[in-house]
């Protein structure tokens, strides 16, 4: 057989075959039957745990409509006042795009509301999941271990502690271990640190009162007691107001809390002396031009760990393999889309993802 025909026969069989196939194509389209499960099977042979969780998408995480294993029910749940604006803002949108998931704050009952009464209730089955600004303590996991189940935190947003001083008060900034003495009584006039010959009046709330007391004491003061010229208060508008009108004061609280305030300034703090980093974004907004502007909080070093008291807000699920387990994993998974990231960043705090 000449070149030619061999040619021609060979187009020929291709023409034959590429039609067959598309005649069998569009049978099996015009049947409703799905060809991309072979290319499926042929992709996902990883070679990874067939049990391992499937990894998170763009698409299947990208707002709240979209997140999976969620279930039906009102769910009562509590824990740190820190969390506050996070509850303002992003459980009513939750709610908005999920009504068959509502959600209901609760008060502990003759206590102050906070990290440690949010996992208490939790583990005593008072709730369906908590919101802490610590993590989790050996004798939180102890207890929920004893009463047969586990505990497992869930980190959701990046958080700054701010240092608040009187807006009248001439001083650069503090490192964390001049912030330690003052606070443990070992420094008690701003003239040991350069400042005016005045009298320091630290403010705190008790230790009783949450998370953000008990991460202070725990990693700016490495677990030492308060001194005795430390002035207890009920909560963080008290504070901020007390500090309005002492020259000498000084108090910490969530950076969101205190950076945006008109009455107080936040002060820059370093690791060491000369190494300040300051929680608000420069140049610093005078108390005179405020409400008009107001200070805004420097979230990238937050989020790089150039500012050096940091910390993550914490959802705390109950590992019991019932409803309320899955309340928090979804409640969890809400706030990690990319809507609920976004939500966290305008109250406020850092993405952490």
Same mark, same amino acid.
């Given at each position: 057989m000449s070149q030619k025909n061999e040619?021609? *026969? &060979? *187009? &020929?069989t291709f023409l034959i075959t590429v039609g067959i196939v598309g005649s069998g194509l569009w049978w099996f389209a015009n049947r409703g039957i799905n060809l991309g499960i072979f290319a499926d099977s042929? $992709? #996902?042979d990883t070679g990874s745990d067939i049990n391992a969780p499937p990894p998170r998408s763009t698409e299947s995480t990208s707002n709240f409509a979209t997140v999976q294993n969620v279930p039906n029910g009102l769910f009562n749940y509590g824990g740190s006042t820190t969390w506050a604006p996070i509850r303002l803002a992003v459980d009513s949108a939750i709610q908005a795009a999920r009504p068959e998931f509502r959600l209901r704050y609760v008060d502990?009952? /003759? #206590?102050?509301? /906070? !990290?440690? !009464?949010g996992i208490r209730m939790l583990i005593e089955g008072k709730i369906a999941f908590a919101q802490s600004s610590r993590p989790l303590l050996d004798r939180e996991i102890a207890r929920a271990q004893q009463r047969g189940f586990g505990l497992n935190q869930i980190p959701v947003a990046i958080d700054g502690l701010a240092i608040a001083v009187n807006p009248n008060l001439d001083i650069p900034g503090l490192t964390i271990e001049q912030v330690r003495a003052i606070y443990t009584g070992k420094i008690a006039n701003w003239n040991q640190l350069g400042g005016?010959?005045?009298?320091?009046?630290? &403010? $705190? %709330? %008790?230790? !009783?009162d949450g998370g953000t007391v008990e991460f202070f004491v725990q990693d700016i003061l490495a677990n030492q007691s308060f001194g005795s010229n430390v002035e207890l208060v009920t909560d963080t508008t008290q504070a901020l107001r007390r500090l309005a009108v002492t020259p000498g004061g000084i108090y910490y609280a969530s950076a969101p809390e205190v950076v945006p305030q008109c009455t107080v300034r936040a002060l820059p703090i370093g690791r060491g002396s000369g190494d300040f980093v300051p929680p608000y974004q420069e140049p610093l907004v005078p108390v005179s031009q405020c409400p008009k502007l107001r200070n805004r909080l420097n979230l990238e070093a937050f989020q790089s760990g150039d500012y050096p008291i940091t910390r993550n807000l914490f959802v705390v699920v109950k590992q019991n393999g019932q409803i309320d387990e899955q309340a928090g994993n979804a409640y969890a998974n809400f706030l990690l889309t990319e809507q609920g990231q976004e939500l966290i960043e305008q109250t406020g705090f850092v993405r952490i993802r």
């Open positions: 040619t021609a *026969v &060979l *187009v &020929l042929q $992709s #996902e502990p009952t /003759g #206590e102050t509301p /906070g !990290s440690a !009464s005016p010959n005045l009298a320091i009046l630290p &403010l $705190s %709330r %008790r230790m !009783s």
